[in-house]
């Protein structure tokens, strides 16, 4: 191999024939050289066009969404794709045209229709996800000749994601671009025209009559949805759904492709080659040099692993790498051709061709249904999946199991074939020898009598990665009425570093008769031939084992079935076993909202549009990391603890100083004023001195000319620990002792201990449960520019934070100055949720220190793997708990104690603990009652506030004792909550007097609405007849109060500090008449309640843990809302991140209970690791009513707040698979209490369903382990 400067200028004059060009929103633009580092995303911005934003830089939260077009000369048409722009590579567009959010439309010039109608529909919330919305609909209008199915529509946005809305609010906007009833298309310029139409329903895509036109009307579907449909359609341009769509340029149509060679920093070389052999001489010249089609994984790598690629081919334009050809005797399928290309020729063939050839088409085809979201299937491609060589593929299993064979080519055009099943060699290493790439693959279409199936679980159905997946193949053959097996494959992945074929299963099976007994014996050797190691990478061992034999079982049973279908042939097994082959095929989700419109003047109590939903449809809202930069901005980048507890030795920043662009590194030694900082106390260091108390911990912060700069000398910083013993868990604080000094709390009520003496309880239980913590995941991540002003002598900043005062607090301490010099403004924020209302703060104090140091303004914003690791989450809480009740199920004494993860600092802890242990009774009287709590002092950083402070924890823990004292006495919950619930007057267990309490009236509502008798009835006949699938319901009430629980919290001025000063002139409100005194434990700390109760029903598969939610149903107090659609949108909202809180979302930590994660760092740093719910997660049927005549006579207007209350509504869903899950167990004969942590995700639901193919690997009381 030659120097790189010799082998640049060979290929320079070979390769550069054309000048590369773009277009952006019909711009033509040229691409200058020495950018192949930067993403398209970066190159947009830098443009100005800040409507496309970062979420997570992975490609996985949708926020980031364009559309590239490209001319297919073969086709002759364009294409039109939906694309991250956070993971395309600039120069792998170039020769195309994108389309920003800012090209379809705009407030100046008019919105366009997918912009107007999600903007009429309350389709925004933060904003911040809107843009990637818009254009994810958009794309898929401008790709589909047909108006597309409501299906389409769902699975075109499972690649975004949303913590505001719900989603419901979304589908239901973009619903109408669904093509359901001829008699709505009608030819329209814009949606304005519509004025006067029908309602099109959102729950149905067709008119009605339901739509509120006087503001004292009730509606139960809302605002006016008018339709707008394609104008016209060209194989070039796509639809038109809008006389202004920006065509697609005629320039590009008629200019040919060319090879391209570009540099980039750090002299990267890009190449993009339109010859095979072109490919194969870079190769020859390069033998390190990566192969790239869509960057999915390349560009992960770059980002947040800190590799770098010193050559980069991009082979997208190279004809025999893109061949996709259909044989007589299979697929050939060239190694760039996309995962999306290859799903429509799969179903072209399988549409096409005789049933029994495509078993395999089929099995890729669903298996691709739930790989990713559309963005990522639009570039990656099927040779870069196949040798990046993940153990968790979700199709290399199914390559090897359908005989796949690869076929491969040298330098020197030599050529070879190896089967699928030989190519995996190692972890991430493949049969590629030095010069040789991927070529093509052939994919053989199946026989008669041969059957190939997939097989996947992961935490969540959609766009992630598996927990376990499989792929299996068999070929039988009939003997008179027997059927025996000729060949067999048997492939899992997940469960080893390479996809593991189980050869002494495949063995076994052949020549055996598929029958019952042939099915136990292979189970008995599967169980020897696939074992995961304790501790292996990913956890969940007991858990992926069992999946290994579910699967299989799984797969026998299918195979049996469709013999009986065919052959009229019974296989052995009961009807009730069908359930466990029974496809999963989502249907399209529907709402339904029901609320009272009260006018009160101009526009209160009416459900209108937010002022800031035009901007953010358009993406003209401006967001704290879209203002400029002023001249001679620096970027900023954080240097963070590696240890969980340790004394720092010293810190070297030499190798950072030698960064091209470094700026400057300031530590504890350079705050100009005050290195304490705190939330509440000041016992956190702005940047570690001596010690550090966590990973992730600020040591110091570099600045440099760009971000990627910074970051890369803030990682050449050295320092050097010595370890200290850490303590990384509420149980491992229980057991030497460490609590936040001055947390201990007690609330106590009548005499708990002497009502468990005298006898008068009849019945006794105890337990404990646990409840994990939840990653705020707001959409935008941190983010503050700040500058000097007047020679040094005032701060000001622009910031991402729910508290400016507190930013002002902070960048003052720690500079020394006045607070009077710094100003701090918060436009907007994308999302907040309370986790950027104390721990923002810090971030924008460490900034100011180089900023006034060197007076230059310093960018700081998060990359979400750090954000997440340092920005701290919601608590995590231990519930322990003692109850005494009668033989009726009267609630008599509750001795409880709890516990939070405070984290390495106090923050907001002992606030969120208060909390819980004031909604430690949720709605029901207790008469007897001592609560006990503490804040655990732990090595990991400082949780915070996050969305209902504490209440939910606490109420979870109520929820789950009343669940006990039912399954003691053999009763529904539903029943023990009904005899103890709270009356009015009732005086509760801290002092306060219960007064306009609407508890029964919402639940009596609730159970009309969800006719709760009859679905009882309907899910009892559903489990008799389903042995492994179950349904589960619950009915789940609260009681939210209102206000914070020390004084100052309710004011937002700093003024104010303890006391009670009238801000009103000022726009802040001060609550009235609340106070607390912790030393007597009684007082008034809620101004009202809001209450509220939700019904749920879902559909478990005990087989594998996985689950969807059926029907979710609300009915929430809200006195006299100020705008019902706003206060549904909170509602619904809520109740999805809730979903995610008791369901989704887990949280993993490097604990005792993990160690196969380094000691103290989070697992779960971005949206490939920690799922959210995604619009496939929501529940099928969607309703939300406002009890109505309910006027609350504490607040402005007669309303109730609303934005925290209905979270903890969703552990409805909870409680409904744990329903679900003691149908399970009780057919299997385990009857009798068990314990259910949160979230009930795929693994806890699983192992708490106890059957044959669990029992070798768990006990039926197994918990799964969780990071408390």
Known sequence: MGSLKDDSNFFETQMKTEEPILYVNGKRRLLSDGLAHLTLLEYLRGLGLTGTKLGCGEGGCGACTVMVSHYDPLKRKSIHRAVNACLAPLYSVEGMHVITVEGIGNRQLGLHPVQEILCNSHGSQCGFCTPGFVMSMYALLRSSKEPPTQEQIEESLAGNLCRCTGYRPILDAFRVFAKTDNSLYINCDTLSKFKDAKVICPSTGRPCECGARDGNDSSACGTLRPFSKSLSYSEIDGSYYSECELIFPSELVSRKPHSLYLKGSRDMMWFRPLKLQDVLDLKSRFPEAKLLVGNTEIGIETKFKSMFYQVIIATTHVPELNILRVKDSGLEIGASVTLTELLDTLKHCVAERDEHETSACSAFLEQLRWFAGCQIRNVASVGGNICTASPISDLNPLWMAARAQFNIIDTKGNMRTVFAREFFKGYRKVDLRSGEILLSVFLPFTKPGEYVKEFKQAHRRDDDIALVNAAMRVVLEQKGHAWSVIDASIVYGGVAPVPLSAVKTETFLKGKPWTSETLQCALQVLKEDIIIAENAPGGMVEFRQSLTASFFFKFFLLISYNIQQKTQVLQGFPDSYKSAVDPYKRPSSYGVQSHESLQKGTSVGLPVTHLAAKLQVTGEAEYADDVPMPYNGLHAALVLSKKPHARICFIDDSAAKLVPGFEGFFKSKDVPGGNDIGAVINDEELFASKFVTCVGQVIGIVVADTHENAKTASQKVHVEYEELPAVLCIKDALKVGSFHPNTEKI???????????????????????????????????????????????????????????????????????????????????????????????????????????????????????????????????????????????????????????????????????????????????????????????????????????GGPQGMFITENWIEHIARELGKRPEEIKEQNFHKEGHVLHYGQKLEQCRLQQVWNALKVSCDFNVAHLEVDKFNSLNRWKKRGIAMVPTKFGISFTTKFMNQIANACHLERIDLSAHGFYATPDIGFDWKSGKGKPFSYYTFGAAYAEVEVDTLTGDFHLREADIVMDLGNSLNPAIDIGQIEGGFVQGIGLFALEEVKWGDPAHQWIRPGYLFTQGPGTYKLPTVNDIPLKFKVSLLQDAPNPKAIHSSKAVGEPPLFLASAAFFAIKDAISAAREEAGNEGWFVLDSPATPERIRMACPDEFTKPFADSEFRAKLSV
């Open 747 to 949: 609330l106590q009520k009548g005499d708990v201990s002497e009502c468990f003496n005298s006898g008068v309880c009849q019945k006794i239980v105890e337990g404990e449960v646990q409840i994990g913590g939840q990653e705020h995941f707001y959409l935008e991540p941190n983010s503050t520019l700040i500058w000097t002003a007047d020679g040094g002598n005032e701060v000001h900043m622009v910031s991402s934070t729910q508290a400016p005062q507190k930013h002002q607090k902070f960048v003052s301490h720690v500079l020394g100055l006045p607070m009077n010099k710094v100003v701090c403004k918060a436009k907007r924020l994308g999302g907040g949720f309370g986790g950027k209302e104390t721990r923002s703060a810090f971030l924008a104090a460490a900034a100011a220190v180089p900023s006034y140091l060197l007076r230059r303004p310093v960018r700081i914003t998060l990359d979400r793997d750090i954000d997440m690791m340092t920005t701290g989450q919601r608590h995590a809480f231990l519930g322990k708990y003692k109850v005494g009740f009668s033989e009726e199920g009267k609630v008599l004494a509750l001795d409880l104690e709890i516990y939070n993860n405070g984290g390495n600092s106090l923050d907001l802890s002992l606030a969120v603990l208060e909390r819980a242990m004031f909604h430690s009774d949720n709605v029901y009287v207790i008469e007897n009652v001592r609560i006990r709590g503490k804040v655990c002092f732990t090595h990991i950083p400082s949780n915070t506030a996050f969305r209902g402070f």
